[in-house]
């Protein structure tokens, strides 16, 4: 099974190179201009406590999966957590609620960078972790990663994310893989997700997002 997804993602990947050659071509090699007031907007209904709130339910489905038996037996550990990370995380999330297209790329030139207008979700969101799978070159590099991303209105959405450089060209597309919905919706260990938004914490601070 999990030959048969790399295969099919790979399959996008090459995919995802065509269209975007072909879909900058139709469109005359045409910059796409993020409208960064929108981007602003768009995260403005973000609130720390809402940050949190959002935390304590993705960390309520560990406490409720198999990792309950492995966790802190603490009570109400997630709530601690979320806490603690909605404070840490809270002016990087702010700052990165945005638009997220399915597909974009650049072909090496300073104003020929182009993006699909089709929206990955319906709303403005975040990516909160990501966790490398593998990486291929045949002619070109090909990699492919999981996403996690938080979406404004509370909803969590685990994503395929599948990269194509070829010399100063690159195709990046998204492939939406799942809703969060309960504890079996998420491929990444809590332990893994803690040290992930430590870092993004860390990086948001050292890149001045903070």
Same mark, same amino acid.
């Given at each position: 099974m999990r030959e048969r997804l790399r295969e099919e993602l790979m399959t996008a990947a090459v995919l995802a190179v065509f269209a975007g050659a072909f879909y900058a071509w139709r469109k005359g090699r045409k910059k796409v201009e993020r409208d960064k007031r929108e981007d602003s907007c768009a995260?403005?209904?973000?609130? $720390?406590?809402? =940050?949190? $709130?959002? =935390?304590?339910?993705?960390?309520? =489905?560990?406490?409720?999966?198999?990792?309950?038996r492995k966790e802190n037996t603490e009570s109400c550990w997630w709530e601690r957590d979320a806490g603690y990370f909605a404070e840490l995380l809270?002016?990087?999330v702010r700052e990165n609620m945005k638009t997220v297209l399915k597909m974009e790329g650049a072909d090496g030139c300073e104003d020929d960078d182009f993006g699909c207008i089709e929206k990955l979700f319906g709303h403005p969101a975040c990516q909160i972790y990501r966790e490398p799978i593998q990486s291929f070159y045949f002619n070109i590099d090909l990699s492919w990663e999981m996403e996690l991303w938080m979406l404004e209105d509370g909803q969590f959405a685990v994503v395929n994310f599948i990269a194509a450089n070829e010399g100063g060209r690159k195709v990046t597309c998204r492939l939406l893989d799942r809703y969060v919905r309960e504890y079996r919706d998420i491929p990444f260990a809590v332990e893994d997700l803690k040290t992930g938004l430590a870092l993004l914490a860390k990086e948001g601070k050292r890149q001045g997002s903070f």
């Amino acid at each position: 099974m999990r030959e048969r997804l790399r295969e099919e993602l790979m399959t996008a990947a090459v995919l995802a190179v065509f269209a975007g050659a072909f879909y900058a071509w139709r469109k005359g090699r045409k910059k796409v201009e993020r409208d960064k007031r929108e981007d602003s907007c768009a995260g403005s209904g973000m609130t $720390e406590a809402k =940050l949190k $709130e959002y =935390l304590c339910r993705l960390f309520k =489905l560990y406490a409720d999966g198999r990792c309950a038996r492995k966790e802190n037996t603490e009570s109400c550990w997630w709530e601690r957590d979320a806490g603690y990370f909605a404070e840490l995380l809270y002016p990087y999330v702010r700052e990165n609620m945005k638009t997220v297209l399915k597909m974009e790329g650049a072909d090496g030139c300073e104003d020929d960078d182009f993006g699909c207008i089709e929206k990955l979700f319906g709303h403005p969101a975040c990516q909160i972790y990501r966790e490398p799978i593998q990486s291929f070159y045949f002619n070109i590099d090909l990699s492919w990663e999981m996403e996690l991303w938080m979406l404004e209105d509370g909803q969590f959405a685990v994503v395929n994310f599948i990269a194509a450089n070829e010399g100063g060209r690159k195709v990046t597309c998204r492939l939406l893989d799942r809703y969060v919905r309960e504890y079996r919706d998420i491929p990444f260990a809590v332990e893994d997700l803690k040290t992930g938004l430590a870092l993004l914490a860390k990086e948001g601070k050292r890149q001045g997002s903070f």
